[in-house]
Each structure stands twice: as structure tokens, then as C-alpha cells.
């Protein structure tokens, strides 16, 4: 199963993600804030990113900016869940490497963890 990092500054959104996830046989780690996430890829590989666009301090972009996954681990898939739907943000987040650009109220976490095994993200 896969190595998965969701990162959002909710608690609740991440113990519910981490559960199901958790539940369908995928290594699970979680990351409330930005730097936490840093230092989450600095210590292990990830093959999917869930992450909050918005956040209080540090937000999505500035993951990806700083991350910069994109080069340095090409298959990591880094997939935006966001309740926003700016076309702008959207923009830019994918220019810095994002997969798919999900809207959180679309997708519950049961909804993610079929898209994963369906290989649909």
C-alpha cells in the first residue's frame, strides 16, 4: 500500500483521514502545520501528499515552493485538498507540482481512499 502525508492544520481532518486511510492497509503520517511537513519529507519518502492549501503562518504554496518535490522527488503525487477554488490558486499550485487539485467537500475521506485504490489520483 502507499506511504501517504496529509497535512492540515485541523486535527479532526486528520485523525479522520488517517483513520480510513490508516483502516485500507496505507502508511499513514500526519502534519499540522507547514514545518512539520518539512521536516516529514526531509525524513522519509512519501508516494502521495494530501495538502491543505490554506493554513494559518504557512499555507500550500509555501510547501511547495520550499519542498521543492517537483525535483527532488519527482514521484511523490501531491494532491491539493482545499476547500478554495480560486482558478488562481489552482494556477499556481499545480505550476509547483501539484497532481490533482481536490475540493474538500467533494471528497470525503472514504471517496479518497477509493480514488487511491481505483489509481484514479
Do not use: W
Not at 21 to 28: F, I, M, Q, R, Y
Not at 42 to 65: N, S, V
Not at 73 to 88: C, F, G, H, I
Not at 97 to 118: C, H, N, R
Amino acid at each position: 500500500m502507499a506511504n501517504i502525508l496529509i497535512v492540515d492544520d485541523v486535527p479532526e481532518i486528520n485523525l479522520l483521514y488517517s483513520k480510513v486511510l490508516s483502516k485500507k492497509g496505507h502508511n499513514v503520517t500526519v502534519a499540522s502545520s507547514v514545518l512539520q511537513a518539512m521536516m516529514s519529507v526531509q525524513r522519509e519518502e512519501f508516494d502521495y501528499i494530501f495538502l491543505d492549501m490554506k493554513m494559518p503562518d504557512f499555507g500550500g504554496l509555501d510547501f511547495l515552493k520550499e519542498a521543492k518535490l517537483k525535483d527532488r522527488a519527482p514521484q511523490t503525487k501531491v494532491v491539493a485538498l482545499s476547500n478554495s477554488e480560486s482558478p488562481s490558486l489552482i494556477k499556481k499550485a499545480k505550476a509547483l507540482g501539484v497532481t490533482d487539485y481536490l475540493i474538500k467537500v467533494d471528497f470525503s475521506p472514504y471517496g479518497i481512499a477509493q480514488l487511491l485504490e481505483l489509481g484514479e489520483i
